[in-house]
């Protein structure tokens, strides 16, 4: 059986580009053979600004929203985070997602694939967004 790779599109605003560049991706990773690959777009989880009570390690979780996207989380084996630069930073939608579940992200491998509006390519979020999966 294949390792299952999560693509999760990070950015949730109206207009986004992130689907055309998680299409692109999941596209290649399918091509490569070696996952099965899924695309997973944040914005079908309605995660609120984090408002569980008890700390995630904990994982009693109050909300269904949180249920949910634990659930997913936990189902895969490694992560590509597609992800655009907001002001030299990751979007908060991930930062929020990242925030909600602490042990299902353990040990799993993780990638990036940045964008933005300028040269960088999302270089300097991806650079902070791995201070924060490294953590996990
Ligand atoms: C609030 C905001 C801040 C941004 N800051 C940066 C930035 O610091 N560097 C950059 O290259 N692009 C920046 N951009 C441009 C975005 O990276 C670009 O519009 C990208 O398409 C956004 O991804 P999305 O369409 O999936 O939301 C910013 C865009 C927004 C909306």
């Known amino acids: 059986m294949d390792p299952k790779l999560h693509i999760i599109?990070?950015?949730t605003r109206p207009g986004r580009v992130g689907p055309a560049v998680g299409r692109w991706f999941h596209e290649l990773a399918r091509r490569h053979g070696g996952f099965d690959a899924e695309l997973v777009d944040l914005i079908d989880f309605h995660l609120p600004l984090y408002d569980e009570a008890v700390h995630p390690r904990m994982q009693q979780y109050e909300h269904e929203h949180t249920r949910r996207w634990s659930a997913s989380?936990?189902?895969a084996d490694a992560f590509v985070f597609v992800m655009p630069e907001y002001n030299y930073s990751p979007p908060p939608a991930l930062?929020?997602?990242?925030?909600?579940?602490?042990?299902?992200?353990?040990?799993?491998?993780?990638?990036?694939?940045?964008y933005g509006a300028g040269f960088s390519g999302g270089l300097?979020?991806?650079?902070?967004?791995?201070?924060h999966v490294t953590t996990l």
């Open 9 to 11: 599109i990070s950015s």
């Open 73 to 75: 989380v936990d189902a």
């Open 124 to 131: 300097r979020a991806v650079q902070a967004a791995r201070l």
């Open 95 to 114: 930062v929020n997602a990242l925030a909600y579940v602490t042990r299902e992200w353990h040990y799993k491998p993780a990638g990036f694939v940045g």
